[in-house]
């Protein structure tokens, strides 16, 4: 074998290994983006999930905003009074989602969020 095809062969064999290096790395690099994608997308989920379960009671219906403020039937101050569309604030104590007028503002916003005519 002459020395030029000596060198015409580790030539080839040298850009060879390069590419299959590089090859390799970008692979390596799409993996790695590929879990960090898939570890990204499960905390949104869970945030989502959180974000959902303050806003909203078990069966779908809308939580009515919370904050600061002084409950109307115990008169207590409490970090987290729900303020009801209507002017009623109550604390976690006394808000009770299952009472009729609560629940028929519940229904009321659900179907306000959904687009749905209110009234009906």
Not at 42 to 64: C, F, L, N
């Amino acid at each position: 074998m002459s020395p030029i095809q000596f060198f015409a062969v580790n030539a080839c064999l040298m850009f060879l290994l390069a590419f299959f290096i590089l090859l390799v790395l970008v692979v390596l690099i799409a993996a790695w983006t590929g879990v960090r994608v898939g570890f990204f997308y499960r905390r949104w989920r869970r945030s989502d999930a959180d974000r959902k379960a303050r806003r909203e009671t078990r069966d779908g219906r809308p939580i009515p905003p919370r904050g600061h403020g002084i409950c109307e039937l115990c008169h207590g101050v409490c970090d987290d009074v729900y303020f009801l569309s209507d002017g009623r604030r109550y604390c976690d104590m006394c808000y009770d989602p299952s009472d009729s007028l609560q629940a028929a503002e519940l229904d009321r916003a659900a179907r306000a969020k959904d687009g749905s005519r209110v009234g009906t």
